[in-house]
């Protein structure tokens, strides 16, 4: 318990915890550098079920994408037992490579009645922060005792805590918001398909799609509706997906009123983006829903422990996956989607996320939005002219 809360203070995060509490798993990366410490609570008779229970461990815990971020992993498994396996079993302690695409070592620590204060010391060294001298002087038993009870508390008391912060972040708000845009969204292209098809340019034109000589000779009312426009089935399908599952996350998260802000500015600014930077007729949620995604990261950038305990790693993989297919498919307009995403980005700086709040920042960059929409606009009228 000493050992753990000590890891805890020094900012180092729970990601497993066994239901006997003798097994303890924390993560902490700095400099690109990812330590992954398991504290176990064992005694073992023979150093080859010690060997057994590392490798053991080790491919479980490399199956777990999500804690295997950062350039460099080193693994650190630290025994804590009153004996020692009766057999030789220092070769175990030893640094060693682990075979993975990434670099990846293991170090053992076996902290026994006679050496404890000198693998602690051992283990303390390899690590920045810890107080190598954490473990040189326990108290009596019955101290040790009264201590290890109140740091059993103190520990799963901050746990609570962690877990509660975790429900109310992603509870803040009600999915509504997001069913009403699927719905108007999946409305309006029936109706265009049966006025004359989706695919058709001209109706597409005629229903609002974002048609850079119409914007400027004064429609601009196109910049908003060509968010609502779709062409093609596939199209509306893969944009409502993902309008699905981005939105209600990101709803939840920011509440109905931020995520109105934040979905309808990143179109605008991605609509705009799309105006400045492609000639030919666009239509699509695409800006909006990429704003979403710059919601997201937003929403990383203050809560990265639950950012990338949840989402963060597979969320930055999208991201660069869309980015990527569009920069190498002509027909994708990559300025409304990079435009919605730094929009949605910026947008969730204006509003912040609920009970945060920096008002010169939020002020800034609302005047830095507007100052970026209106240089993009006049780059547009000024290609098409």
Do not use: C
């Not at 877990?163 to 845009?181: A, H």
């Not at 000589?213 to 409502?240: C, K, Q």
């Not at 949840?310 to 990527?324: A, E, S």
Request: charged share 20%; aromatic share 12%; glycine share 8%.
């Amino acid at each position: 318990m000493k050992v753990l809360n000590h890891l805890l203070e020094n900012q180092y995060r729970l990601v497993y915890k066994s239901e006997e509490r003798d097994e303890y798993i924390l993560q902490k990366i700095e400099k690109k550098h990812n330590h992954i410490i398991r504290l176990m609570h064992r005694t073992y008779d023979w150093s080859n079920q010690m060997t057994r229970d590392v490798e053991q461990r080790i491919s479980t815990i490399l199956r777990q994408r999500q804690l295997l971020s950062g350039k460099n992993i080193h693994f650190h498994f630290v025994y804590i037992s009153d004996l020692v396996p009766v057999d030789d079993w220092e070769n175990l302690k030893k640094t060693r490579p682990i075979r993975h695409n990434k670099s990846v070592d293991l170090t053992v620590y076996y902290l026994d009645q006679e050496s404890r204060g000198e693998e602690w010391e051992r283990f303390s060294n390899q690590l920045e922060g810890l107080n190598s001298e954490l473990l040189n002087q326990l108290p009596s038993t019955e101290e040790q005792e009264r201590q290890s009870i109140y740091l059993e508390q103190k520990i799963h008391a901050n746990l609570f805590k962690k877990q509660k912060e975790f429900e109310r972040v992603f509870s803040f708000g009600k999915t509504r918001l997001t069913f009403l845009l699927l719905a108007i969204n999946v409305f309006i292209f029936m109706l265009i398909e049966n006025s004359g098809g989706s695919t058709n340019v001209q109706n597409l034109v005629d229903w609002g799609a974002k048609y850079n000589p119409y914007i400027a000779d004064g429609e601009y009312w196109r910049i908003v509706t060509s968010m609502f426009l779709h062409i093609g089935i596939l199209h509306l399908i893969m944009n409502m997906i993902a309008l699905y599952y981005l939105g209600d996350l990101t709803e939840k998260i920011y509440g109905t009123k931020r995520f109105f802000f934040i979905y309808f500015l990143a179109g605008i600014f991605g609509s705009v983006a799309s105006f400045a930077t492609n000639d030919s007729v666009a239509a699509g949620a695409s800006g909006a829903i990429f704003g979403l995604f710059g919601a997201l990261l937003f929403f990383g950038l203050h809560y990265r422990e639950i950012f990338f305990k949840t989402m963060g790693i597979n969320l930055i993989i999208v991201i660069g996956i869309n980015i990527l297919f569009g920069l190498s498919v002509p027909q994708i307009d990559n300025g409304a989607h990079i435009g919605g995403l730094i929009g949605g980005f910026m947008a969730s700086q204006v509003v912040h996320l609920p009970k945060k709040k920096s008002p010169i920042i939020q002020i800034i960059t609302g005047v830095i939005i507007l100052v970026t929409i209106v240089i993009m606009f006049t780059l547009g009228l000024g290609k098409v002219k």
